[in-house]
């Protein structure tokens, strides 16, 4: 039996008609057939110099292996891990067959209808070009055709549709020469694969399944005799058009299938009497376009050549995947509405980097942008923790104190969301209430230029400039880097690389790509991300924080909000042990919403689709998050004294607590 990579198989003997005269006398018929052609040339006033004319410029014949993806037009089926089809974009090849793998009386319906001698020719059957040749030239016109299944595979993948005597010629020599290479039973298996049977559909396991609903395994005699029926006139015999005309040409097929010996009068008349059930069109998610979108972009960017048809297998858990999108497009017709919020993405990857879950807008059939891959927006104070985490690596502690009061650098004076200052606060207030003065204050002392590093270090690809303003995430970016960037903290330092794609293949079941392990390259301390945890998780649990609506049951979580000028953009960046997440609210015409902030509606979509992913998991420990960064009393009491000296005195603007703020507060 062939490979499942390329369909080879062993010959098999296949039932076929007793011999007549011209497979008793093939010299005789030839050399009748060679005075005939060369009368016909001369009298139509080509002359006998013009034969070797006939050769001039003949394409060569491609490799055996080349001929079952030349001349395919693009296509990709994409699938789940359970083998399900998601959508095709493209004609339909369906998977690769081989004759060895059908009924008997599947291919035998194909020789009855196409090529009656197909097991005795060499590719091109002297005896039927004579009679075709006789009969054309009695009627003045084309009215009978002699090609074999080997001369329509030459036809169809070498050369042209164009009806020439050059063309005819050149055409009975590449199918003899294709013989010399292929097996009767691989050029059979070729041709089942690659014949065109209308509605798009090319093979005979797309025409199964497309029309019937099953694989060719199943195909009943009177399915493949109506499929067999099909090759004379694929457009206008098509099933779901003219299923009444393609009955009548499989009335001829299963007549010729009982001239030939393949089957009974009696298996013919109930072939021809029963019911052919052709199924409704499949249907498929529409809003699954958003994914396949991008992973149609990734393999392109993986394969230089991408080969006619490809079967991708996507990372994406279906059920979960309909069940977020339902719920967000739930969400953001009531609420969205109300708080003037138009769209919406989310993406949802779990720990190891397969993304499970992305949703691009609020509905495809509407617009195709992606606004998880290809929208760049403002994510405000969202961007604050690669503040943090640079600050950490430059030696600060969760526990140094900082003075929230008013900052001015060149001519910029930043202020908090509030409009008010609080005066000196540790780190870990300060991002769990996501001051802006502070943030400012730390990336000054880091430099704009380090917090940019570590970002794109992190994950994020696009370009970012060494201002100070990049600390109040005022650079544009995507929902999926930023997510990806936040797949560090979770994982104690390892950066995250997020994939669509399991694995590709083409029909024949060649794998061209398949997801390797690998080990993630370490970016930042573990004992560092044990700290960022820790204050992320302060920004989601603790009362003073900004995240409050995005906690879920059982599972401890972490992450933070963002919010950009004029309420244009909202965030939730956030993550279990489990899951990282993030979700996106706005409109695409920038226009600003009802004071929308990333603690409000995005953290209630965030927290919807994590209570999804997360239902029916048992909890696991988010690595150093609940210790929470806390400070003892004493230390809350001695922070509260500094900040009412603050306010007391009302310390001038852009003069902190300075640096590492005087003191560190002990927990």
């Known amino acids: 039996m062939a490979q499942k990579g390329n369909p080879a198989p062993a010959q098999r003997t296949i039932k076929v008609p007793g011999g007549g005269f011209a497979s008793r006398h093939p010299r005789l018929v030839r050399y009748t057939l060679i005075v005939f052609l060369v009368v016909m040339l001369v009298a139509g006033g080509w002359g006998f110099w013009k034969w070797r004319s006939l050769y001039a410029g003949m394409p060569k014949l491609p490799e055996v292996a080349d001929l079952w993806s030349v001349k395919r037009e693009a296509a990709i089926e994409f699938i789940d891990r359970d083998g399900n089809t998601l959508d095709v974009r493209g004609p339909r090849y369906g998977r690769a067959t081989s004759v060895d793998q059908l009924p008997e009386y599947v291919p035998q319906a194909f020789i009855a209808a ?55 010629a050149q055409e009975v020599k590449l199918a003899r020469e294709l013989e010399t290479k292929m097996s009767k039973d691989e050029i059979l298996s070729l041709y089942l694969n690659r014949v065109y049977f209308g509605a798009g559909l090319y093979g005979i396991d797309a025409a199964a399944r497309y029309y019937f609903g099953k694989p060719p395994q199943e195909l009943t005699v009177a399915e493949a005799a109506i499929l067999a029926a099909l090759p004379k006139a694929p457009s206008k015999l098509n099933l779901r058009e003219n299923l009444e005309g393609a009955k009548e040409r499989q009335a001829y097929v299963l007549a010729q299938m009982v001239d030939l010996g393949f089957i009974r009068p009696a298996d013919a008349e109930k072939a021809g009497a029963q019911d052919i059930t052709i199924i409704d069109p499949p249907t498929y998610d529409p809003q699954l376009g958003y994914a396949l979108d991008a992973v149609s972009e990734r393999v392109k960017a993986m394969l230089p050549r991408i080969p006619g048809d490809l079967v991708v297998t996507v990372s994406l858990d279906i059920d979960l995947q309909e069940k977020v999108r339902a719920q967000l497009a739930e969400r953001m017709a009531g609420d969205g509405a109300k708080e003037g919020a138009s769209q919406v993405a989310a993406i949802l990857i779990e720990k190891n980097g397969r993304v499970a879950a992305l949703v691009g807008g609020t509905d495809y059939t509407e617009t195709e942008f992606n606004r998880v891959t290809q929208a760049l927006r403002q994510p405000g104070s969202s961007f604050k923790p690669f503040v943090y985490a640079t600050a950490l690596e430059d030696g600060y502690s969760p526990y140094d104190v900082f003075d929230d009061a008013p900052i001015t650098i060149d001519k910029w004076n930043p202020s908090n969301y509030t409009g008010k200052y609080l005066g000196p606060m540790t780190m870990s207030e300060a991002i769990a209430r996501s001051i802006n003065t502070v943030a400012v204050e730390l990336t000054q002392l880091s430099g704009p230029a380090r917090v940019a590093e570590t970002a794109r270090r992190f994950g994020i690809t696009t370009r970012l400039e060494a201002y100070p303003s990049i600390a109040l995430g005022s650079q544009e970016v995507t929902l999926w880097e930023l997510t990806r960037a936040y797949g560090v903290f979770q994982s104690g330092g390892l ?55 995005a906690r879920i049951p059982g599972w401890t979580v972490a992450g933070k909000t963002g919010t950009s000028q004029d309420w244009r953009d909202a965030w939730f960046i956030g993550y279990s042990a489990a899951y990282v997440g993030g979700i996106w609210v706005g409109n695409d015409d920038d226009k600003p919403m009802k004071k929308v902030t990333g603690g409000g509606l995005p953290a209630d979509l965030w927290s919807d689709m994590m209570v999804l992913a997360h239902h029916g998991k048992t909890p696991e420990r988010l690595l150093g998050a609940e210790s929470g960064v806390m400070v003892s009393e004493e230390a809350e009491a001695r922070i509260a004294f500094y900040r009412g000296l603050s306010q007391a005195f009302s310390i001038a603007a852009g003069q902190p607590l300075a640096g590492r703020s005087g003191y560190r507060v002990e927990r």
């Open 114 to 168: 196409e090529d009656k001698r197909f097991y005795e020719h060499d590719g091109a059957d002297d005896a039927a070009i004579a009679r075709a040749a006789w009969s054309n030239l009695r009627a003045g016109e084309t009215v009978s055709g002699a090609s074999t299944i080997t001369q329509q595979l030459i036809k169809n993948l070498v050369l042209t549709n164009r009806q020439t005597v050059k063309r005819k």
């Open 495 to 549: 950066r995250l690389d997020p994939w669509l794609i399991e694995k590709i293949e083409d029909s024949r079941g060649t794998v061209l790509y398949e997801r390797p392990d690998y080990d993630r390259d370490r970016v930042y301390s573990e004992e560092l991300s044990r700290d960022m945890n820790a204050m992320l998780y302060r920004v989601v649990n603790s009362d003073i924080g900004t995240g409050g609506r």
